[in-house]
């Protein structure tokens, strides 16, 4: 089944925010955020620092409660959810993805025992499955399969953050969180970062809410496309109609701002 | 003073009876929620850390006059820490002791089980040095209580896929993880692997005290303790492939003994009193020769 197809037959969305607002002290974190986000659709994020992109991100991975509005995924209250079952829900059906992989791997452990940790933490108590799902993924994110027992220490940067995809990817998730996922790459190690994600976000159907302030990365990748300034959503639209007429002044400024090689 | 004098001057077991009584409380709680870690505000004792100062105070908690107690480091009775212990009880609470695993009423041990069935009555409290099994895989408290309490154990069975990897097989030799009831996973103090499974449906009372980390769990009797492992590198108890120089046991957990500097080495039971037992009831091993009349 296509992706075309796979959209065209749910028109329920997996995740529908309403009004969430997120307020530190008397500063706006960010302020009455609305959007659905439909299977297999990617949304990206785009602003400057300390537009409130993150304080977003992280409020609808339950890293951090809002202050107001509700997050319905599947059908299901997030906030309302006890805690065990929203942790149990970031180990399986959603997936986060760092800006720094070593916020998301554990530096001490093998990379194959990265890969395996959702697994074994979703029940899976069979040494050879595990090994051979994580020799699977580690080539899917093309990282050799001689690597599985070296630490992520020994990686380089663009090996460490295909590690923390795959350690994300394993466990089948839905819907993939993703924080600046080429932050602090060179370009050619990027490109093909992006050309790896695109690759998997098309084969497995995720469902992406990716922030970035990189315009290419949500070209690449995002179909549609929220810019927000301030705490606040100031436009948003398809991605080629937002980068191509953006309407607003401050998106037409950061559109203008991208460097022409 | 005379070493063998009840020393008047201190409480019976030398911890006030407040303190005593707090320790206690912890020690209920942790039977009523078998492997569950309770807080409990551990003294400074006359010992440093590391030398058994969260199982002495269990011990103190839980003696009464009556009792008779056996202090055993690493299986022996004779070793410095067991020696020091005893004595300690015997001095301030003035209570009898043995080195018999049988007729003891209260066993305080560091790292090991005895190999004697332990019976209904007992009590083993442990010395632990680390109570949190996710330690090292998870240096954060807030972390790790937050793992206990939603169930979320998966970090331990990557200890486990981590020794595989690297060594073929679950080379965790001590303080191997286990699952208490199917609830908590819990250490069970750096006892051998070997000792695991006299964990689980013991007829005595398990008490676990951790000084430093002031902690206190528990297993109440016939508790059931299932080790960690995979379906396909199942649990395995391990010992040294001899049997004892001294008894001739072959069921019992062994230290090597180097005896000179030419490669020549035994393997003794580590629990003293069992090897020794076997001795008096004519068992002989390879190396033993009784000390004959006369002889140092």
């Known amino acids: ?261 | 003073m005379k070493d063998d004098s009840t020393a008047e001057a201190y409480n019976f077991a030398y911890l006030d009876e407040q303190t005593k009584r707090m320790i206690r409380r912890a020690i209920l709680k942790g039977l009523a929620v078998p492997g569950y870690q309770v807080p409990f505000a551990s003294r400074e004792m006359p010992m440093p850390y590391g030398w058994g100062t969260g199982g002495v105070q269990v011990t103190a908690a839980c003696l009464v006059p009556e009792d008779r107690l056996k202090v055993i480091d690493q299986g022996a009775d004779d070793t410095t820490n067991a020696v020091s212990i005893r004595k300690f009880f015997s001095r301030t609470a003035g209570v009898a002791t043995t080195e018999r695993t049988q007729d003891a009423t209260l066993i305080q041990t560091r790292h090991r089980i005895p190999e004697t069935p332990l019976h209904v009555g007992q009590i083993l409290v442990y010395q632990v040095p680390i109570p949190e099994p996710l330690r090292f895989l998870e240096p954060r408290e807030t972390e790790t209580r937050k793992m206990h309490e939603l169930e979320e154990y998966g970090l331990m069975h990557v200890k486990l896929y981590e020794d595989i990897a690297r060594h073929g097989q679950i080379a965790t030799s001590y303080d191997y993880p286990v699952m208490v009831e199917g609830r908590y996973v819990m250490d069970p103090s750096p006892i051998p692997k070997f000792d695991n499974p006299k964990l689980s449906g013991s007829p005595a009372i398990q008490l676990f005290g951790a000084g430093r980390e002031q902690r206190i769990y528990a297993l109440p009797p016939f508790t059931k303790v299932v080790s960690l492992d995979f379906d396909d590198h199942p649990f395995q108890p391990s010992k040294a492939a001899h049997d004892c120089d001294l008894c001739g046991a072959a069921r019992s957990y062994l230290d090597e003994v180097i005896t000179d500097d030419q490669g020549g080495r035994m393997f003794v039971c580590s629990d003293t009193d069992f090897c020794a037992g076997r001795r008096e009831m004519g068992h002989k091993g390879r190396l033993w020769a009784p000390e004959t009349e006369g002889a140092a």
């Open chain 1, 1 to 261: 089944m296509s992706l075309v197809e796979k959209i065209g037959t749910t028109d329920t969305p997996l995740l529908k925010v309403a009004g969430l607002s997120k307020h530190y002290g008397a500063r706006i974190g960010c302020a009455d955020v609305n959007f659905d986000l439909y299977p297999g659709e990617v949304l990206g994020i785009v602003g400057e620092s300390g537009s409130g992109k993150s304080t977003l991100l992280s409020c609808l991975a339950g890293h951090q409660r809002p202050d107001t509005g509700q997050i319905a995924y599947d059908g299901r209250d997030i906030l309302a959810m006890s805690e065990s079952e929203r942790r149990r829900l970031g180990r399986t059906d959603w997936a986060y993805v760092h800006q720094n992989p070593r916020d998301g791997l554990r530096m001490g452990v093998s990379a194959g025992g990265n890969v395996g940790e959702r697994l074994m933490a979703v029940g899976a108590r069979h040494y050879g499955d595990i090994r051979g799902k994580a020799t699977d993924w580690l080539g899917r994110v093309e990282i050799t399969t001689d690597r599985i027992d070296d630490r992520p220490s020994s990686f380089s940067g663009g090996m460490q953050q295909r590690l923390q995809i795959a350690r994300n990817l394993v466990t089948g998730p839905r819907l993939v969180f993703m924080d600046e996922p080429t932050g602090g790459l060179d370009v050619s190690v990027q490109a093909r970062l992006l050309d790896l994600l695109r690759g998997l976000v098309r084969d497995l159907g995720l469902s992406v809410v990716i922030v970035t302030h990189d315009l290419a990365v949500v070209r690449l990748l995002a179909h549609r496309l929220m810019v927000m300034q301030g705490g606040r959503v100031i436009e948003q639209g398809l991605t080629d109609q937002v980068l191509d007429d953006p309407q607003h002044a401050y998106s037409q400024l950061l559109v203008s701002s991208v460097l022409q090689v």
